[in-house]
């Protein structure tokens, strides 16, 4: 086991276990976003309430709980980094961010688009949008302070810290934000508390939620092969590789 | 005390690192190289510029990590003995440390209590033996460049640590300034201290041995 | 050429504990923070002139202004207190004493929290002693006031803490003002929620000790946090 | 489940297959951009290993 960590040290090492990995991941995203859309869209019966318009939950669940897991995942790349200095955690970070920041703005717009025929405005200060919006602007700040900073290395490392700030903080951002829905528009039902929802409803939901775990991690390594070239571009197994292909 | 300063190598260096490896942004600056300052000791830091004369220094007093090596303080690892590694260290780098709008005494008295160990000497001591006696209660803010360098320096003085690590700590001075602080730096090499530098004119420390060190 | 005769080590004072030393670096920050008014007075006037701005904008009648005067002194005091903090670290950085405090034997997070408690006594402890005038300007009631005051003196610490994080993280930078905001103000929006809430509260006569307590919970885990965090961001932004 | 009425989504078109249109296209934009990057890095480095090369060989020839 230890081996294996050590390994994932080594860029070289990284680029390819990512490289094997890909395509798997890929396919599984494939399969099951067809199987969820095609439960989702046709074999799953309207809701009673919100009649076809519950439908949009098979995008906007799975993109909300992915925003907020990609943070929690480069919390953890950015502990990794920070504690035992593996370079290649840096890379995580860095490049989920995008990611992260993709399916926040989704989880929003798709959360705003389901708020009109529900609600009748396309912008409901609910509780959970509320968060959602705040977590973008987390994503957004973590983005700008990495490009601000020239150098690499204190780039890689005073964003891991505003990472772990900005984890500590999103509990405490989400039940202030909960707290001061209750206070101002009373207990009303939440948006986004999902109808009863029957089997034939449930496993598309559960399909497309891993379609875009399985995405999310098929892009984050493509997109760190590519950080990772970029990195080593000057030892040699880069330049073989750039040699060969 | 005999003009050659005795360095007897058999006890620890006070200041050892050990194949360090320093990069800016994509460039290598230096790799695997190793460095021992030991007491009675004066090295000058000597390489062109750009080749990392300051970040080695940096490296060496804490500031700057290294991305590959070891730094030892008198044998132990310095990430065991921080506390004690700091307090007998001092830097004086390019910039002074010194606020403009504080007066010299003021400074000195905040760089006294920065530092853990005994203070050697009150601030007015150490001004007066750097000449700046008349300047006492002038906002640094008003002092000359050299005159504010030799604040600076008069922290080293105030610190009473045993390593100095000075980065160009001649510049802006006139002749006569210069022979004072060397004159310093002999008295603090003999009195069981070390000095590390850099300079680009010729260092002249009548007395004492002075070692050099270049960077490619 | 000076003699060097005379011993260089003349006396033995006690070692700085490193209590003293945040004493002096306290001392140090408040007798540089009077030689340089202009720096602490500018976010006190902004706070002034933006809350005065509301009235003009929204509507002079009194109702209205009862309704958003809590929010407004609130926003006005955290963006205030966001420009104040532009100056805690970058003066220190500039003229290199930034390095001698990281470079110190005493623990930095330490030396960093004195120089947040100096920050707040410029800034804070102002925009507090203001406060109750702007409170007048915004005909808030007396009961309102006092717990307008309470929330501001459990928040505006937490918003040095904080604000000193990311002053921290973007002390080397050139283009950092806005980038400040950027980072800070999503980690103001629990103290700002609470505070505001406990002040309308008040004005209905509603028990706010709950949101106080929160306020006072957050303000006390700013306390024990972000220090450390600020000298880990210094150490990484100093190199 | 006529094909009619699944366009129509009993009444919801305008907001469920935007959100899908939208969410579908961003998917798509997020794992092309990666692939069109290693492309162009790998082109670039080859670009500039090639130049390196013609350089130490325009040296060597001084050399001699």
């Known amino acids: 086991m230890w081996t294996f960590i050590h390994k994932l040290g080594s860029p070289k090492h990284c680029y390819r276990i990512a490289g094997y990995f890909i395509p798997y991941l890929g396919t599984i995203s494939i399969v099951c976003f067809i199987y969820g859309l095609v439960g989702g869209l046709i074999l799953a019966p309207a809701d009673y309430q919100q009649g076809d318009g519950f439908r949009i939950i098979y995008v906007h669940v799975p993109s909300a709980f992915l925003s907020l897991s990609v943070y929690m995942v480069m919390a953890l790349s950015a502990t990794v980094s920070l504690i035992w200095r593996i370079k290649m955690a840096d890379v995580i970070t860095k490049v989920s961010a995008p990611l992260g920041a993709t399916f926040t703005f989704l989880a929003l717009v798709t959360g705003s688009l389901w708020g009109k025929p529900m609600w009748g405005t396309y912008w409901v200060w609910d509780a959970r949008l509320t968060s959602e919006l705040i977590l973008l602007f987390l994503y957004v700040g973590y983005m700008a302070l990495e490009s601000a900073l020239e150098d690499r290395h204190m780039a890689a490392r005073a964003s891991n810290i505003l990472v772990l700030v900005g984890v500590v903080n999103i509990p405490i951002i989400h039940y202030s934000v909960v707290w001061w829905n209750t206070l101002h528009q009373g207990a009303s039902i939440s948006l986004l508390n999902k109808p009863t929802i029957a089997p034939s409803m449930l496993y598309p939901l559960l399909a497309m939620l891993v379609a875009f775990m399985a995405f999310f991690f098929a892009v984050m390594l493509m997109r760190a092969r590519c950080e990772i070239l970029l990195r080593e571009q000057k030892s040699n197994w880069v330049k073989e590789l750039v040699q060969t292909t | 005390m005999n003009g050659q300063n005795n360095i007897n190598t058999e006890v620890a260096p006070l200041l050892n690192a050990q194949n360090l490896l320093c990069e800016r942004g994509e460039r290598v600056l230096f790799a695997n190289l190793s460095l021992s300052l030991y007491a009675h000791q004066a090295l000058h830091v000597r390489g062109v510029n750009g080749s990392g004369k300051t970040s080695l220094l940096r490296i060496l007093c804490g500031l700057l990590p290294a991305v590959e090596g070891e730094i030892y303080w008198c044998g132990r690892d310095v990430r065991h003995c921080q506390h004690e590694y700091r307090a007998q260290l001092a830097y004086v780098g390019h910039k002074s440390g010194i606020k403009a709008e504080l007066t010299a005494q003021e400074n000195l008295r905040t760089a006294q209590m920065l530092l853990a160990h005994a203070p050697a000497c009150s601030p007015t001591d150490a001004l007066d033996r750097l000449g700046l006696a008349n300047v006492i209660n002038l906002p640094c803010g008003l002092l000359s460049a050299g005159q504010q360098q030799r604040v600076a320096l008069a922290r080293l003085l105030v610190s009473g640590a045993r390593v100095w690590i000075l980065d160009e700590p001649f510049t802006a001075l006139d002749q006569n300034i210069v022979a004072l602080v060397s004159a310093l730096i002999v008295e603090h090499v003999q009195a069981g201290g070390a000095v590390m530098l850099t300079s680009h004119q010729v260092v002249a420390l009548p007395g004492i041995e002075l070692n050099y060190f270049t960077l490619n | ?239 | 489940m006529t094909l009619q009425h699944f366009f129509s989504m009993g009444g919801y078109a305008r907001y469920v297959w935007p959100c899908y249109g939208l969410v579908i296209g961003l998917l798509l934009v997020n794992w092309w951009l990666p692939l069109r990057r290693k492309r162009y890095i790998i082109k670039m480095l080859a670009r500039r290993m090639a130049y390196l090369d013609k350089e130490a060989l325009a040296k060597e020839r001084q050399g001699e």
């Open chain 3, 1 to 239: 050429m000076v003699e060097a005769s005379h011993k260089l080590y003349v006396k033995k004072a006690v070692p700085a504990s490193a209590w003293r030393a945040c004493l002096q670096v306290l001392r140090r920050d408040l007798l540089l923070s009077l030689r340089r008014r202009s720096e602490f007075s500018n976010p006190l006037f902004f706070y002034v002139i933006v809350v005065s701005l509301f009235p003009l904008a929204i509507s002079p009648a009194p109702k209205t202004l009862q309704m958003i005067a809590p929010g407004v002194i609130w926003v006005a005091a955290l963006l205030a207190t966001l420009l104040a903090l532009e100056h805690l670290f970058r003066s220190d950085y500039d003229d290199g004493s930034l390095e001698q405090l990281v470079l110190s034997p005493h623990p930095l997070a330490a030396l960093v929290f004195a120089k947040v408690v100096a920050h707040w006594l410029v800034t804070g402890l102002p925009l507090l002693l203001l406060t109750p005038m702007l409170a007048m300007f915004l005909h808030l009631s007396a009961q309102q006031t006092s717990i307008l005051l309470l929330t501001l003196f459990l928040g505006t610490p937490t918003l040095s803490l904080l604000g000193a994080v990311g002053a921290a993280l973007t002390v080397g930078l050139r283009n950092r003002g806005l980038l400040l905001a950027l980072l800070i103000l999503p980690l103001y929006i629990p103290v700002l929620i609470f505070a505001v809430a406990s002040v309308v509260n008040a004005g209905v006569g509603v028990v706010v000790t709950g949101q106080l307590a929160v306020l006072g919970a957050l303000c006390v885990l700013a306390l024990c946090l972000t220090p450390v965090t600020t000298a880990a961001a210094l150490k990484v932004t100093l190199t």
